[in-house]
Nanobody
Framework: VQLQASGGGLVQTGDSLRLSCTVS????????MGWFRHAPGKEREFLSA????????WYNDSVKGRFIISGDNAKNTVYLQMASLRPEDTAVYYC????????????????????WGQGTLVTVSS
């Protein structure tokens, strides 16, 4: 399974941005997708996750209401729509894939995912 993330860039405070992550071999190799970010000097942070088979989603409370995860199963692509961006959202954003079912608490943990994209940098200027 390979993941290709894209959509990052330099934006201003208050702007919106949509990240995309396309997965190869989704049908047999990916059960759920997650988005994480890693800012300098901080730990990697879970943002959101989505299960392919029914579209169920999970969010970190810190981004709930501003970030929306969605997916296009036909395109093997998951999106992260980000709104009202702030300088503190500046980070490298990663998508990740897990091949197995999990409990609701699993989706927010890095260990649940076994494949990671290369990361896309989002910079929010003040």
């Amino acid at each position: 399974v390979q993941l290709q993330a894209s959509g990052g860039g330099l934006v201003q405070t208050g702007d919106s941005l949509r990240l995309s992550c396309t997965v190869s071999e989704r049908t047999f190799s990916s059960y759920a997708m997650g988005w994480f970010r890693h800012a300098p000097g901080k730990e990697r942070e879970f943002l959101s996750a989505r299960r392919w088979r029914d579209g169920r989603t999970w969010y970190n409370d810190s981004v709930k209401g501003r970030f929306i995860i969605s997916g296009d199963n036909a395109k093997n692509t998951v999106y992260l729509q980000m709104a009202s961006l702030r300088p503190e959202d500046t980070a490298v954003y990663y998508c990740a894939s897990s091949p197995r079912p999990g409990g609701s608490s699993w989706y927010s943990t890095s260990a649940y995912y076994d494949r990671w994209g290369q990361g896309t940098l989002v910079t929010v200027s003040s």
